[in-house]
């Protein structure tokens, strides 16, 4: 099983070698908390990351 890691960019966390919502190569192993967005349009916590689609992201690197 692959590692999970977080875009250093979007901050996406995902196991591919491409972050599949930026395109960056940039990785961190090391985050902390992970939270999952389904409807960002209407989630305060996705207001307040400005994460603007919906996925699994890092809450701190």
Do not use: W
């Amino acid at each position: 099983m692959a590692k999970e890691k977080a875009c250093r960019n979007c901050k996406t966390i995902h196991t591919l070698a491409k972050c599949p919502q930026c395109g960056s190569e940039e990785f961190s192993e090391g985050f902390k908390g992970k939270v999952t967005v389904f409807n960002p349009d209407e989630s305060e916590i996705a207001k307040r990351l400005k994460i603007t689609q919906k996925g699994v992201y890092a809450i701190k690197l």
